[in-house]
C-alpha cells in the first residue's frame, strides 16, 4: 500500500496489517486506519462540503476520523450539572484541541489533555499489535468534589457497496434519532435486525446507497457489545469493556437532508444517552469520586 509522506503535526503508527496516523494538535484526532492488505482507509476523511459551524459546534467539518467525546456528546439542555460551571461544549471538551504527547514509538503513542480549567486530566494511549489497535484510557479527578460525566469513543467510517454492520448477541436496539422516519418516542425499543418503524420494515444491519435523506442514532447493551462493520473483501470488529455501544449511520439526512455524506459511526460509550443531563435523569451517567482515577480500554481489530 502507497502512503503519501506523513504531516509534521501528526504520528504515525503500523504493523505489517495496518497502519494508524494520529494528529496531537486536533484533539488527538486518528485521521487513519489503513488496512494495507486491502488498501482501505477505514476513517472517513474530511467531508468537501461547504457547510461552515462555529468554533464550538461539531458540525459537518469535524464529522470525520476519530475523536474523543467527554464528558458529553450532544450539548446538554438547561444549566450544567455541578461541577460544571460553565456551559458544555458540543460533543465535550477535547476534540480540536492540542494534546501532549506523554510517548512515542513505531507502535505506541500515549497523549495527555489537562482541562485549563483544572477539573480533570485525560490519558489515552494507542498501540497497534498486528490487525489490531488498542485504546487504553485513564481519568483524574483533579477537584475535591465528585465528577459526573460520560464517554463515547467517536470513529467515523467510511462505506462502501456490500458493507453491512453486525451485532453479537443482540435482539433489540434502542434508538434516539430517525430521520425521515419518526421515533414514537426517544429510546423507542426497535428489533435488530429488522426493525419496524411505524409499519415500516427496516434492516438495520444493512448500510443502504447514499439517499439524501436517512440519518439514524440507535445504542445497543448492556453488557459489552461487539460491533463489526465488514465489506466485501476485509471489514472491522470493535470491543470495549463499557457496558453500551452507539450506531451512527448516516445516508445523507444529517445535518439536514441533502447533505453528502455517507458514514458509519461504531461508538462505545459508558452510556446510552447524548448528553450529560439526560444520562444524569435516567441515571446512566458515571461518577469519578473526588480526586479519583479511572482507567477502561477499548479495541479495534481489522477483519479478513
Known amino acids: 500500500m502507497t502512503l503519501p509522506e506523513q504531516s509534521v503535526e501528526r504520528i504515525r503508527l503500523g504493523s505489517d496489517d495496518l497502519m494508524l496516523e494520529v494528529d496531537p494538535q486536533d484533539g488527538g484526532k486518528v485521521t487513519r486506519l489503513c488496512c494495507r492488505r486491502h488498501e482501505r482507509d477505514w476513517l472517513h476523511g474530511p467531508p468537501d462540503l461547504d457547510l461552515p459551524s462555529g468554533p464550538d459546534e461539531y458540525g459537518v467539518s469535524r464529522s470525520w476520523g476519530w475523536d474523543e467525546l467527554f464528558p458529553t456528546v450532544g450539548t446538554s439542555t438547561g444549566a450544567p450539572p455541578f461541577p460544571w460551571a460553565s456551559e458544555l461544549r458540543d460533543h465535550g471538551e477535547l476534540w480540536g484541541r492540542s494534546w501532549a ?26 498501540a497497534v499489535d498486528g490487525p489490531t489497535v488498542s485504546a487504553r484510557y485513564e481519568l483524574r479527578n483533579l477537584l475535591p468534589v465528585p465528577l459526573p460525566f460520560l464517554w463515547a469513543m467517536h470513529p467515523i467510517f467510511s462505506v462502501e457497496p456490500g458493507d453491512h454492520l453486525e451485532l453479537l448477541d443482540v435482539r433489540s436496539v434502542t434508538a434516539t434519532y430517525l430521520r425521515p422516519h419518526r421515533l414514537q418516542a426517544v429510546g423507542a425499543r426497535l428489533d435488530w435486525p429488522a426493525a419496524d418503524i411505524n409499519g415500516a420494515a427496516l434492516r438495520l444491519d444493512r448500510i443502504a446507497p447514499e439517499d439524501g435523506q436517512t440519518a439514524l442514532k440507535y445504542f445497543a447493551g448492556p453488557p459489552h457489545p461487539v460491533a463489526r462493520l465488514a465489506g466485501r473483501h476485509c471489514g472491522l470488529e470493535v470491543r470495549t469493556e463499557v457496558p453500551f455501544v452507539g450506531i451512527y449511520v448516516n445516508l445523507g439526512g444529517w445535518p439536514r437532508p441533502g447533505t453528502a455524506l455517507h458514514q458509519v459511526g461504531i461508538e462505545p460509550t459508558t452510556s446510552p444517552a447524548d448528553d450529560l443531563t439526560s444520562a444524569i435523569s435516567a441515571g446512566t451517567h458515571c461518577v469519578l469520586g473526588s480526586a479519583g482515577i479511572t482507567a477502561w480500554h477499548a479495541t479495534i481489530r481489522l477483519t479478513s
Open 101 to 126: 504527547v506523554e510517548k512515542e514509538s513505531r507502535r505506541t503513542v500515549s497523549l495527555r489533555f489537562t482541562d485549563p480549567a483544572r477539573r480533570f486530566d485525560f490519558v489515552r494511549t494507542l
